[in-house]
């Protein structure tokens, strides 16, 4: 599932794409594909307005429209691409938005294909993003996310450290190889109790944090499965899809383990339980 440094890639590359250009009409190919409204109201909605901002909040994609919100959640196979010219319907696209020419072409229409082979994808339109996004964490990017902010909200759970991180409501945009990335540099075990880490640990946390997501998306994050592609951080990562392979830091052959029903990475050295 694509994370932060992915969804701000696709973001950025959409951005000059989309800036301006106007939904001519929208083809609705799976009706569950839309979470909100109806796929009918959807249709009617969305004809006409034009995009005027195109950003991310946790793992969403961002549409701001004339007077509504485009939202897209990719979830485990959702892919986002403009198209150019009359196309011809693939069998996994499942929302086909015609866009009004680009500025300065006259005739060239293009349209903003969501294609997702496993259905599990979502997309809302709606007048407030906060309708979708209210229960969402903090940005771990933005000013508000600090070091304090961190052992303050540590320590008002008891809970293990990779399954809270997973938690959307906790801290939003990181996913399974973010937190794997951001505990191992900061030589945390992914079992460790949140309510027991002391505030230099916090700290140290938060910088990993800060400073693996800050590099994922300086190389526009990483490419896996068959979906997400372009980005080169999975050739950069410490401990995620390593198993077996030596520790960055310590030459320790990297484990896998199952926390909370997901694949997790660690160096039984660096993150000692």
């Known amino acids: 599932m694509p994370e932060l440094p992915e969804v701000e890639t696709i973001a950025r590359v959409?951005?000059?794409?989309?800036?301006?250009?106007?939904?001519?009409?929208?083809?609705?190919?799976w009706a569950r594909t839309?979470?909100?409204?109806?796929?009918?109201?959807?249709?009617e909605l969305i004809r006409g307005q034009q995009v005027r901002e195109v950003s991310r909040r946790g793992k969403f994609l961002v549409l701001e429209l004339s007077t509504l919100h485009l939202l897209f959640h990719l979830r485990m196979s959702g892919d986002l691409s403009i198209k150019e010219g009359k196309i011809k319907p693939e069998k996994h696209d499942r929302l086909i938005l015609t866009l009004s020419p680009a500025s300065?072409?006259?005739?060239?229409r293009s349209s903003l294909v969501f294609n997702d082979t496993r259905k599990f994808g979502r997309v809302w339109l709606t007048e407030e993003t906060e309708e979708v996004t209210g229960k969402l964490g903090p940005e771990p990017l933005q000013s508000g996310f600090t070091p304090q902010?961190?052992?303050?909200?540590?320590?008002?759970?008891?809970?293990?450290l990779k399954p809270l991180f997973l938690d959307q409501t906790f801290?939003?945009?990181?996913?399974?190889?973010?937190?794997?990335?951001?505990?191992?540099?900061?030589k945390l075990h992914p079992l460790a109790l949140s309510d027991s880490v002391t505030p230099e640990q916090a700290g140290t946390l938060h910088k990993a944090?800060?400073?693996?997501?800050?590099?994922?998306?300086?190389?526009?994050?990483?490419?896996?499965?068959?979906?997400?592609?372009?980005?080169?951080?999975?050739?950069?990562?410490?401990?995620?899809?390593?198993?077996?392979?030596?520790?960055?830091?310590?030459?320790t052959a990297i484990q896998r383990l199952v926390v909370?029903?997901?694949?997790?990475?660690?160096?039984?050295?660096?993150?000692?339980?």
């Open 104 to 108: 300065g072409r006259r005739r060239a």
């Open 149 to 160: 902010w961190l052992y303050t909200a540590l320590h008002r759970r008891h809970r293990q």
């Open 14 to 29: 959409l951005r000059p794409q989309l800036m301006g250009r106007t939904v001519l009409e929208a083809d609705v190919r």
């Open 34 to 43: 839309v979470a909100f409204p109806s796929a009918k109201k959807f249709k």
């Open 260 to 273: 909370g029903q997901r694949g997790t990475h660690i160096c039984p050295n660096c993150q000692r339980e």
């Open 209 to 251: 944090i800060r400073t693996i997501l800050q590099e994922a998306v300086r190389r526009n994050g990483a490419s896996f499965d068959w979906v997400y592609r372009g980005g080169e951080f999975q050739n950069h990562f410490r401990v995620y899809g390593r198993e077996g392979k030596a520790c960055p830091v310590c030459g």
């Open 171 to 186: 801290l939003a945009g990181l996913g399974n190889i973010y937190t794997d990335e951001s505990l191992h540099k900061a």
